[in-house]
């Protein structure tokens, strides 16, 4: 009867356990999600309601960087929140550091095609845009692999962990030439 009680007793212990380790990966990869949506959203939307065009005569400089740092920002840091929130800040770090030299490293080409004073009439500023078109599209890609992996790298991150814990094992001791079997659990 003892040892229907310790396994029914472990096996309470290691149930509400396994639940948790789902609700982490759920919430890492909310997080990571509504992170990223939400300010790039919410800069897509100020920039379409200010009617902002690139090159616009009428477009201030100051009115426009708020949306595209908004929407930058909702990029590179928004994956990043999961995976600080489960506990591998180090991961989420490195994706926000790839996406800043995607982003960063499409400027410097632009600038050196275009340069300060590019606008809508110059023919270089097409090309220019299309540089910097692609460097954040490459950091939308990279936004997106890290928010469909968020979950997976979660889990196998708790998997790693020690936690409650039963195991059964057959044994055998030499110097007394018996066998017997060994009975385990980690709380």
């Not at 759920?26 to 939400?38: C, Y």
């Not at 800069?43 to 009115?63: F, I, K, R, Y």
């Not at 595209?68 to 909702?74: M, N, P, Q, S, V």
Request: glycine share 14%.
């Amino acid at each position: 009867m003892r040892p229907a009680l310790a396994l029914l007793a472990i096996a309470l212990v290691t149930a509400p356990a396994a639940a948790q380790t789902n609700a982490s990966e759920q919430k890492a990869q909310r997080l990571s999600l509504w992170g990223t949506v939400i300010p790039v959203a919410v800069g897509a939307t100020w920039w379409a309601a200010h009617g902002l065009q690139t090159g616009s005569a009428s477009t201030s400089p100051d009115l426009a960087a708020g949306p595209g740092l908004l929407i930058a920002g909702g990029l590179i840091v928004g994956p990043t929140l999961g995976y600080s929130s489960a506990g591998l800040s180090g991961r989420g770090w490195r994706g926000a550091g790839i996406r800043t030299g995607l982003t960063l490293l499409s400027f410097g080409p632009a600038m050196a095609i275009c340069g300060w004073n590019c606008g809508k009439g110059d023919k270089e500023a097409d090309l220019a845009w299309l540089i910097i078109a692609t460097g954040s599209g490459l950091s939308l890609a990279s936004a997106i692999y890290d928010i469909s992996h968020v979950e997976q790298n979660v889990r196998r991150h708790n998997a790693t962990r020690p936690g409650p814990g039963f195991s059964i094992a057959p044994m055998y001791a030499p110097g007394q030439r018996s066998v017997g079997i060994r009975v385990g659990a980690t709380f």
